[in-house]
């Protein structure tokens, strides 16, 4: 039998088109793709503006401690420019990104960067099994976990992963309607319908961590570990940076999700149970896509003409401009949102407790069939994993000073704030699904 040349790149073509339809997802207005039964909701792609920025990322990606566990002994890497605009290449510990053409501004998007990368962490040439799962590995820390699911799918017609893991089947169903709700709220016109089908999916996910919760303290299934995960929020100096750290910091607090914050808020840690990561991720992603559109809405329908705040210091009052508005708005949705998924979380909560979960319906029912709980036994099961994530951040964190946040004057622009609350408000106010009531809140 004729060995096969080692130098033949075998996979290359393939990878290149599994990127592809992932860029593609992901650059898409909805952002949404079914696998089987599943729908996945993935993140917009991001774009870094410079090399020191792409630099920044690189560092802070190869100090990630499960990447440091998974590939010890791995040095530093510099990112330098590079001629031409075709081409971004990885070469003994350098990336060279195209950045200098204008024509390679396609270089500077994340996905390639974690490409490149995947390269060094792999330590060998070529695309073959090591390769992409160093990649998986990669894009499930900074992209997120639908991202990485998309392309271990398109990945599965090549031979086998080393560490391929299969998805967990405790709660199956209660993820896949996550998802699927997820995906409603970007697909409808309605700025209503979507903030609805968003907190029923909130809903939902907050019943399947704790039923995730309680199966571990009965030791059904191995306890999951907490971990921690990068997501990137944008690049330096983006204007709208600390709002968005401001709404996934809202959403994180109904969990039991602990949070470090970047430079320049540039990107957040999320600490917590690997499920509960998903959750707040896939929350994140569609809220902060609600607020960002209805912001621009606000800023364009022109309400806040002729309206006034008070200035930082002085007190004095000055004309809103659009600037102040925007901020405004979504100073009043993250504040609105964050009452909401509180308020979420305890009504998850009251309902396991009182076994309510267990009635009719059969997605809203308890992981594995499991017959209802009592208050002592979930409030036990929260709690433990609450002092685990607590610990695992004391243990894992390297987190130093603290975070200003986003303070800004534009509160004081109280029609554009009223206007953000009222757009978040809008959570489980209308019936979903048929004419079912409006859920709670």
Known sequence: MQQQDPRIDRHRGAVYRAEDVLA????????????GHAVLTLPAEVWFGELPAVQAFVDAALAEP???????????????????????????GVI????????????MARGVVLHELAHHLADRSGHGPTF??????????????????????????????????????VGADQVRRVAALLAKAESTASAAEAEAYLAKAALVAQRHSIDLAVTALRRRVA??????????????????????????????????????????????????????LDQVESVFATASTVMVTGARGHVQGGSWRGTTYRAPGS???????????????????????????????????DEAAGGSSSGAGSDDG????????????????????????????????????????????????????????????????????????????
């Open 24 to 35: 593609s997802v992901m650059a898409s207005r909805h952002r949404r793709v079914r696998i």
């Open 315 to 349: 007190g004095t009052l000055r004309p809103v401009t659009a600037t102040v508005a925007r901020n405004a708005f979504c100073l009043g949705f993250v504040e609105r949102i964050g009452e909401r998924m509180l308020g979420v979380a305890r009504q998850a909560r």
């Open 366 to 441: 308890a992981a594995g069939g499991c017959p209802p709980d009592g208050p002592p036994q979930v409030a036990l099961a929260l709690r433990a994993r609450e002092l685990a994530v607590v610990e695992y951040h004391r243990t894992a964190s390297h987190a130093r000073g603290s975070w200003r946040g986003s303070a800004t004057a534009a509160g004081s622009a109280a029609g554009s704030r009223r206007a953000g609350r009222q757009a978040a408000d809008q959570f489980g106010r209308r019936g979903l699904e048929g004419g079912r009531p409006a859920i709670g809140g």
């Open 66 to 92: 499960a990447t440091v566990a998974r590939h010890p002994g791995r040095g530093p890497v510099r990112v330098e420019p590079r001629r031409g605009h075709r081409r971004a290449t990885y070469a003994d």
């Open 132 to 169: 992409r799962a160093a990649l998986l590995h990669l894009t499930e820390l900074h992209v997120g976990t639908a991202a990485a699911t998309l392309l271990r799918h398109l990945f599965e017609p090549l031979e086998a992963l080393p560490d391929h893991r299969s998805a967990p089947e």
């Open 223 to 276: 306890p999951e570990s907490p971990t921690h995960r990068m997501l990137t929020i944008g690049e330096p100096r983006k204007p709208l940076n600390t709002l968005l750290v401001s709404l996934y910091l809202a959403i994180a607090r109904a969990w039991a999700v602990r949070v470090d914050i970047g430079a320049g808020s540039t990107y957040v840690l999320g600490y917590g149970m690997p499920g509960d």
């Open 96 to 107: 060279r990104i195209p950045s200098a053409d204008r024509r390679g501004r396609w270089a």
